[in-house]
């Protein structure tokens, strides 16, 4: 079964940095496309970041390129996600997803892509 659990998370100011984690058990997330959401309140699920499996394919909402950077590390089966410039609406809970397929929804980071999600990590950016 897999298991996915985000970490990092937390309260900061605008123009602060974060660094979310997403750390896998019963999978090997080298083996996986693997996403990063977030949803803020009364809003729909939406794809951050996505990184695929086995090609050189990384996505980048328009709203973070350049201030966001997802990263593997393969030696800690643990997928990264590194925000900085923080703005208010950044705001939101963020989830790390997984699947063993790269497929054309995965590479388009569309939650409906990923069959494996984390419980979610609380982002604030906030002064």
């Known amino acids: 079964q897999v298991h996915l659990v985000e970490s990092g998370g937390g309260l900061v100011q605008p123009g602060g940095s974060l660094r979310l984690s997403c750390v896998a058990s019963?999978?090997?997330?080298?083996?996986?496309?693997v996403g990063w959401f977030r949803q803020a309140p009364g809003k729909e699920r939406e794809g951050v970041s996505c990184?695929?499996?086995?090609?050189?394919?990384?996505y980048y909402a328009d709203s973070v390129k350049g201030r966001f950077t997802i990263s593997r590390d393969s030696a800690n089966n643990t997928v990264y996600l590194q925000m900085n410039s923080l703005k208010p609406d950044d705001t939101a809970v963020y989830y790390c997803?997984?699947?063993?397929?790269?497929?054309?929804?995965?590479?388009?980071?569309?939650?409906?892509?990923?069959?494996?999600w984390g419980q979610g990590a609380q982002v604030t950016v906030s002064s």
């Open positions: 990184v695929a499996r086995s090609i050189d394919n990384t």
């Open positions: 997803a997984a699947d063993p397929l790269d497929t054309i929804a995965t590479m388009r980071c569309l939650a409906s892509g990923f069959v494996d």
């Open positions: 019963g999978t090997t997330l080298d083996n996986n496309a």
